[in-house]
Each structure stands twice: as C-alpha cells, then as structure tokens.
Antibody
Framework: EVQLVESGGGLVQPGGSLRLSCAAS????????MHWVRQAPGKGLVWVSRINLDGSTTNYAESVKGRFTISRDNAKNTLYLQMSSLRAEDTAVYYC?????????WGQGTLVTVSS | QSVLTQPPSVSGAPGQRVTISCTGS?????????VHWYQQVPGTAPKLLIYGNSNRPSGVPDRFSGSKSGTSASLAITGLQAEDEADYYC???????????FGGGTKLTVL
C-alpha cells in the first residue's frame, strides 16, 4: 500500500525540541520531493518546508527558518523534521506530503503541542 | 491573510452547483503558475482534488472541475452531495517563496 506514516509528535515546552519522522512505503521514495505542511487547530494549511530528491536542496517558510531542519534518509525511506526553539504558535498537526509542485499523497498527520 | 484569497464559506442545496474562487495576483496565478485544489473533511488529511488547474486524479468524480482565468482560479462542484461538505483549499508552487502557497480555505456547507 502506498502510504506515509508520521510519528514523533507530542507535548513539548516552549523553547524545546522535537523530531518528527515520516515513513514512506509502497513507492520509490527517492524519486519524489517531499514536504512538511502544518495546520494549527481550526486553521488552514500552511507549508513548512521541502526537500529535493537527494537532500541537497531544502527550502523553509520564513516562520520556521533557522529553527527547523528537514532531512531525508532514502535508504530508510524516511523523511524527518527536526524542530527546535519551539513556540506556542508552532502548535499544529504536521503532515508529511509527497510533492513536488502539488501534493498527491498525504500522511495522516502528527500533533505537536507547544505548551508549558 | 493568505496571498491566495478564498471565500471563507459557501453553501448549496443537494443537487445544486457551487463554485469556489481563488484570487491571486499577476505575480502568481496571473504569471502562469498552475493551481491545484484539495478537499479536507474535518479531522482527516487533505485529499488532492484537481491538479494543473483542471486535471482530476484517478478516482475523483467528474462532478468536480477546475478552471483558471487571469489572476483567478475556480473549483466547481455540480450535483452537490452531502459527502461534499468539507474544507477546500487552492494551492500553487510559488517560485519566490520556493515552496507551496495555500489559500485560506473555504468551508462548503451542504444545506
């Protein structure tokens, strides 16, 4: 089955760190750009970051630049998002998404809550 | 506020036709960027509905159609059904942002 499964979400204090993972299966992971997209409670979709096929090119939304790092391990078919200096406004469901210019496969999402 | 503007809500009765607009500018939609559409039932992940302005992925009913003109794009839904009640988002790949740009979303209510 073609799918993306996120993990690693949870409750973290402001200023803390968290690493999200996204396990891909059922397709050739290394052939796709990948994205992270988030959705705050009751709000719309917001793009966070993307990475190219071999991980050599990454882009970030201004709101997370310098705090989040996207990476991938093609041997493990896994996408990552390392998040640091977390703020309350980072609270959201984080979706792993298969690109490049639009998303034709989404994960189920993992909830990140930043609160003391 | 998103650079891609969508109406916050639209509604229609079963069987009717509704349209959802996505208004951009000469620097995005008007510059030729493709527009894509997603459907999101609350509590679930989004689903690709239309890609490349007017193309439907396999499995999407032909009741859903997309178009683009000038600095705007539209999603039309004909033969409205109760199951169409969801949030709808437009999106494009913004070269200046070097990432995906989403509209603010439109909540469709089936009366």
């Amino acid at each position: 089955e073609v799918q993306l499964v996120e993990s690693g979400g949870g409750l973290v204090q402001p200023g803390g760190s968290l690493r999200l993972s996204c396990a891909a299966s059922g397709f050739i992971f290394s052939r796709y750009w990948m994205h992270w997209v988030r959705q705050a409670p009751g709000k719309g979709l917001v793009w966070v970051s993307r990475i190219n096929l071999d991980g050599s090119t990454t882009n970030y939304a201004e709101s997370v630049k310098g705090r989040f790092t996207i990476s991938r391990d093609n041997a493990k078919n896994t996408l990552y998002l390392q998040m640091s200096s977390l703020r309350a406004e980072d609270t959201a469901v984080y979706y792993c998404a298969r690109g490049p210019g639009y998303v034709n496969l989404w994960g189920q999402g993992t909830l990140v809550t930043v609160s003391s | 506020q998103s650079v891609l503007t969508q109406p916050p809500s639209v509604s229609g009765a079963p069987g009717q036709r509704v349209t959802i607009s996505c208004t951009g500018s000469s620097s995005n939609i008007g510059a030729g960027y493709d527009v894509h559409w997603y459907q999101q039932v609350p509590g679930t992940a989004p689903k690709l509905l239309i890609y490349g302005n007017s193309n439907r992925p396999s499995g999407v009913p032909d009741r859903f159609s997309g178009s683009k003109s000038g600095t705007s794009a539209s999603l039309a839904i004909t033969g409205l059904q109760a199951e169409d009640e969801a949030d709808y988002y437009c999106q494009l790949d913004d070269s200046s942002l070097r990432g995906l740009l989403f509209g603010g979303g439109t909540k469709l209510t089936v009366l």
